[in-house]
T-cell receptor, first 111, second 116 residues
Framework: QKEVEQNSGPLSVPEGAIASLNCTYS??????FFWYRQYSGKSPELIMS????GDKEDGRFTAQLNKASQYVSLLIRDSQPSDSATYLC???????????FGKGTSLLVTP | SAVISQKPSRDICQRGTSLTIQCQVD?????MFWYRQQPGQSLTLIAT?????????ESGFVIDKFPISRPNLTFSTLTVSNMSPEDSSIYLC?????????????FGPGTRLTVT
């Protein structure tokens, strides 16, 4: 069973702080990594994709990938109350096309 | 990205009946997927639906329970058959866009199913 692990939280950060979300995966041949944001009652929204080691920045979001350690993280700078949601880490192994999701981390940004 | 719609957005059904969920995309896509999200849980892949071939089901999901059609590159249906309360979930379709090795998946708005 290929596992994707996330801390369920809730992770609480004050407005303006950096939120750090982490994810580990078990399949060493995984090649594609994604972060989705899901608001309550809504479908997942893709916010970041990363395919190679290192950092990838998009606005206030930075995804970090370390394949040797099998972890991927998401940093949210200048967190806003509107960032309060569940963040899902998803991984695709080299052998397939479908997403394998972690259970998600609930983020709460307090004013 | 793509614009993805699903019908119905929600439904309440009686046990033993069947419901067909439709997924429509505004562009032609090869790979479509159907996921289930049970209350308070993450997403679980039901099957991959590629046009021109039979759907590929994940472990724990069978064609008799979740028949899928993929008549063209913009449309797919998922039927939940002989429903029981345990089938109460959100059902989501997704599409994969981009080249192999770096494609991304986008989700429809979901169908919230309650079985009584």
């Amino acid at each position: 069973q290929k596992e994707v692990e996330q801390n369920s939280g809730p992770l609480s950060v004050p407005e303006g702080a950096i939120a750090s979300l982490n994810c580990t995966y078990s399949d060493r041949v995984s090649q594609s990594f994604f972060w989705y944001r899901q608001y309550s009652g809504k479908s997942p929204e893709l916010i970041m994709s990363i395919y190679s080691n290192g950092d990838k920045e998009d606005g206030r979001f930075t995804a970090q990938l370390n394949k040797a350690s099998q972890y991927v993280s998401l940093l949210i700078r200048d967190s806003q109350p509107s960032d309060s949601a569940t963040y899902l880490c998803a991984v695709i192994s080299n052998s397939g096309y479908a997403l394998n999701f972690g259970k998600g981390t609930s983020l709460l940004v307090t004013p | 990205s793509a614009v993805i719609s699903q019908k119905p957005s929600r439904d309440i059904c009686q046990r033993g009946t069947s419901l067909t969920i439709q997924c429509q995309v505004d562009s032609q896509v090869t790979m479509m997927f159907w996921y289930r999200q049970q209350p308070g849980q993450s997403l679980t892949l039901i099957a991959t639906a590629n046009q021109g071939s039979e759907a590929t089901y994940e472990s724990g999901f069978v064609i008799d329970k979740f028949p899928i059609s993929r008549p063209n590159l913009t449309f797919s249906t998922l039927t939940v058959s002989n429903m029981s309360p345990e089938d109460s979930s959100i059902y989501l379709c997704s599409v994969a866009l981009g080249p192999k090795g770096s494609y991304e998946q986008y989700f429809g708005p979901g169908t919230r199913l309650t079985v009584t």
